[in-house]
């Protein structure tokens, strides 16, 4: 999958992770300071991403630095992806 239809896939389960329309991203927006995300809405993210990608997040992966940005997150996804064989 390409960098930019996983971004996409970010701004789809923000907008339901957020319970707002989510738009004018880019990847360096920050997940927390500019969206407002928190703690409950990150775990749903991540199980949005989880059903929408078929990818499995183990928590014991997961990093801060992970939700720092947009870009960091594509990343973290991207990888996930390599190590599933469906990228």
């Known amino acids: 999958m390409e960098r930019t239809g996983i971004i996409e896939h970010i701004q789809q389960s923000?907008?339901?992770?957020?319970g707002r329309e989510?738009?004018?991203m880019h990847?360096?927006?920050m997940l927390y300071e500019d969206l407002g995300l928190e703690s409950i809405g990150t775990l749903e993210l991540l199980l949005h991403l989880e059903?929408?990608?078929?990818i499995e997040v183990d928590p014991e992966d997961l990093e801060m630095g992970v939700f720092h940005t947009v870009g960091s997150l594509a990343d973290y996804i991207t990888g996930r992806l390599v190590a599933t064989g469906t990228a």
């Open 14 to 18: 923000l907008t339901v992770a957020l």
């Open 22 to 24: 989510v738009t004018g």
């Open 27 to 29: 990847e360096t927006t």
């Open 51 to 54: 059903d929408i990608l078929g």
